[in-house]
């Protein structure tokens, strides 16, 4: 009797070690992406988070602001056709470009979309509205720089937004998502000097408008992604960051840094020396 009780307690206690879940350590990996999103998630308003997927929702510009920004984007590419001396053609191609390039050249990169700008006819046609305007009226746009800069630092921010939603609604992950708002942003622009035969505006030394809608879409791709945030919140301040961002190096004069070009010292070896410019 005594030896069937000690069995019977025996398979009990080994059926409740082997019920029992293991216990390991929270490793470092998911600790980063679980229990700190987590602990931020129950420190913040619940209108502020969310625990929807990631590629549900999305981030739009009003129709409206799309329009002004396609149209200030197509007088840019206007104004620089007209620099140029180029014919009407060229006006039209590089107004159209610089407006809508980015956009085209994100949503060729997804594949399964649609693109934006052949879908939307009121996009291409603020784009040709700017050609017209900006072959008989290309001097106003220099005289009106001042407001046009914040309107180009407010859609730097925006389309890398809208961008890198995009990304994240088609599956893409973190970096990917990131580049394709960046893209967004300043591709037009990139194609545009291309086809002035030009290095890239974005490539020389400036005021950090490519940097600036890289820290615009790091931001909401973080936000998103990893602290949980709803769309609408990391939009603004994603948004905000960039514009901060730009019309503060434009008024400093900030610049991204340039090659440092270091060498050895022929007088002290072992020791390096940034050479100077040969222009200075």
């Not at 919140?233 to 400093?252: F, H, M, Q």
Request: one cysteine or more; charged letters at 10%; proline letters at 5%.
């Amino acid at each position: 009797m005594l030896d069937s009780v000690v069995a019977t307690g025996s398979i009990v206690a080994t059926s409740a070690i082997v019920a029992s879940p293991s216990v390991e350590p929270t490793s470092i990996a998911s600790l980063i992406t679980t229990v700190v999103p987590n602990m931020i998630a129950s420190a913040l308003p619940s209108a502020v988070t969310t625990t929807a997927p990631v590629a549900s929702g999305s981030v739009s510009i009003p129709s409206g602001y799309s329009l002004i920004s396609a149209f200030a984007g197509g007088l840019a590419g206007a104004t620089r056709a007209h620099e140029r001396r180029m014919d009407i053609s060229g006006i039209a191609v590089l107004a159209i470009v610089n407006a809508l390039g980015g956009g085209i050249m994100r949503d060729v990169l997804l594949q399964d979309q649609g693109i934006a700008a052949f879908t939307h006819w009121t996009l291409l046609a603020a784009a040709l509205t700017a050609a017209a305007f900006g072959f008989f009226f290309s001097s106003l746009y220099h005289r009106m720089k001042r407001p046009f800069l914040y309107l180009d630092a407010l859609s730097l921010g925006l389309f890398a937004v809208v961008g890198a939603d995009k990304a994240l609604a088609a599956g893409l992950s973190f970096i990917p998502a990131v580049l394709l708002g960046i893209v967004t942003s300043v591709g037009g622009g990139m194609i545009r000097d291309v086809l002035c035969n030009e290095t890239p505006q974005i490539m020389r030394p400036g005021t950090l408008s490519a940097s600036a809608a890289a820290l615009g879409s790091l931001i909401f791709v973080f936000l998103v992604t990893w602290a949980n945030f709803v769309k609408p919140v990391a939009a603004v301040i994603a948004v905000s960051a960039t514009l901060s961002l730009r019309l503060i190096a434009v008024k400093r004069g900030w610049q991204a840094p340039v090659p440092a070009n270091f060498t050895t010292d022929s007088r002290r070896p072992g020791k390096l020396v940034r050479e100077r410019p040969a222009d200075q």
